[in-house]
């Protein structure tokens, strides 16, 4: 048995020996793969895979169901400092419904079914009030951790007191949240707003003034009331808007100029009257359907004419001599004839009744000014820049205002009032930073560097292509058949006899056995 292990010992020796250094590196590479994937594979295999059972537990539930699965012999993971607890992938399907059957874990939180499962007659006022409050911020932070980035909610909620007396105004409620978000979330305006309506709406008198809402990182999620703004808010969002006016415009003066004369000849500032007045207003206009000659359609017409004719009757009394007579009054002797016409007309006219409600945007620009400086292109020369490209460039400058600000008012500004908010000045730039010109020149180390990665570029393939050559000479040197040549014995080599060989053989007996060929002497001795 141990000659064939010390075969297989030899085999393999001399099997390893005869290969080469790359069959060498080859057969132990794929021992080790073979090695890594045998381990791997019983590693995955006989590994226990635990997924989650329940997340964002508080450290009370935690505990109460790892007491439960350490009862029944399960095992158990606790992750997430304490909030997820996880169990075997085989097992977490049933356990979910199992502990589901026994209530756990249990909150401790009363909610509405309390009632249900707890109604008698022994409970006073005060104690179904404190319950009741208990329910409803159960509740609602429940239906708050339903919302996506809320993981878990706190929820206080301040009642008023009932009160026995008759009273006009009624108290409010108020209420304090505390969120636990997600890491990384954000929520939009929107959000936080239906977040407070959502609030505002579950509880009874709870305006969205009395709520406040915060993040476990004292952050505070405000509802930003659109119609009360505050003065330092109104006057950063008002101070923005002029600053972004005024950026606009002159970064297009700057652009259109700069081209022109040259970026870093020209220097544009900007200075803008912003009105944010923002005007609502309704007009109630009559106007007549012929404008022409101002009249409407006649939808009604009415005429009436009288007309009489006839003697008059003969005047009585006393002539001037009564108390109230008038004295010398001379009466009328004879009779008199009289005529009598009434011609009256009504019409009913159909106008053009136009009602306007016009909402006025503010953001107008009552007043803007532009001042540029221009560098002439030989700085020390301030004739070279042309007097009529600087009349252009005023042109220029007061079309861009005239267009700017606000239609109502450039319409009562005169060429002279658009040319008084226009300022070109030509001058020199003394400040202006002037960077010298460096010749880009490749170091001498690039050199160095490059010559040796060459040489060790050409070395290398150097060596590569006599490391093939000789690969291939071998490989056509073992195809070769080399030609049999005759064995022709050596004259002088002694031609070995039976004598010869036994001869030989006592004399490396006597070499190696002394003992043994002394026996061997006694014995021929003896026979002879």
């Given at each position: ?27 132990a590479g794929s021992l080790l793969l073979f090695m890594i994937i045998v381990s791997a594979a019983a590693f995955f295999a006989t590994r226990t895979n635990f997924v989650p059972l329940y997340t964002n537990l508080s450290p009370q539930e935690t505990g109460q169901i790892k007491t ?148 476990q990182f004292f952050e505070y999620f405000d509802l930003k009331n659109e119609e009360n703004f505050s003065t330092g808010t109104t006057f950063a969002t008002q101070h923005e808007i002029k600053r972004q006016i005024e950026r606009d415009i002159q970064r297009q003066v700057q652009q ?63 002539n001037g001599t009564g108390e109230n007579e008038i004295p010398n009054y001379q009466a009328v002797a004879g009779e008199t004839n009289g005529d009598y016409e009434r011609i009256e007309e009504t019409i009913n006219n159909e106008v053009n009744r136009i009602k306007k409600e016009i ?170």
């Open positions: 048995m141990n000659e064939k292990i010390r075969d297989y010992i030899n085999k393999i020796s001399t099997f390893w020996k005869e290969r080469t250094k790359s069959q060498k590196l080859m057969l439960t699965l350490d009862q029944r012999g399960i095992e158990s993971e606790i992750t997430d400092n304490g909030t997820t607890i996880k169990v075997p992938e085989q097992v977490v399907d049933s356990l979910k419904v199992e502990l589901a059957a026994e209530g756990i874990p249990d909150s401790g939180s009363i909610d509405y079914s309390f009632f249900s499962e707890n109604a008698g007659f022994g409970m006073t006022d005060n104690e179904f009030n404190v319950l009741k409050l208990e329910a409803m911020q159960t509740e609602l932070a429940n239906l708050i951790k339903s919302i996506d980035g809320v993981d878990d909610a706190k929820v206080m909620i301040n009642l008023p007191q009932p009160s026995v007396f008759v009273s006009e105004q009624e108290e409010e409620a108020s209420a304090s949240i505390v969120l636990k978000t997600k890491p990384g979330y954000k929520f939009n305006e929107q959000q936080i707003k239906s977040l407070y309506h959502l609030v505002s709406k579950s509880i009874p008198n709870l305006p969205t003034e009395n709520i406040v809402i915060m993040n259109m100029l700069g081209t022109m004369m040259g970026q870093d000849k020209v220097v544009v500032s900007v200075t803008a009257d912003i009105d944010f007045t923002q005007e609502n207003r309704e007009e109630n206009l009559v106007t007549p359907i012929d404008e022409e000659n101002m009249e409407g359609i006649a939808i009604s017409v009415q005429r009436i004419t009288e007309t009489f004719s006839g003697n008059g009757a003969q005047p009585g009394g006393v909402v006025e945007s503010p953001y107008k620009i009552r007043d803007l000014g532009i001042q540029v400086m221009v560098e002439p292109p030989n700085p020390t020369d301030l004739n070279s820049l042309p007097q009529q490209t600087v009349e252009d460039i005023t042109k220029i400058l007061g079309t861009i205002v005239r267009t700017s600000i606000d239609k109502k008012v450039s319409e009562q500004l005169t060429d002279e009032d658009i040319q008084n908010r226009v300022v070109v000045s030509v001058q020199p730039f003394n400040g202006k930073m002037k960077f010298d010109e460096q010749k880009q020149t490749i170091p001498l180390w690039v050199y160095i560097g490059g010559g040796i990665l060459l040489a060790i570029i050409i070395g290398l393939l150097v060596l590569l292509l006599r490391r093939k050559r000789e690969q291939d000479e071998e490989e056509f040197a073992d195809f070769i058949e080399q030609p049999d040549v005759p064995n022709v014995p050596d004259i002088n080599e002694e031609i070995e006899t039976e004598a010869s060989m036994r001869r030989k053989q006592l004399e490396k007996l006597a070499k190696e056995k002394p003992d043994e060929f002394a026996k061997l002497l006694r014995t021929w001795l003896a026979e002879d």
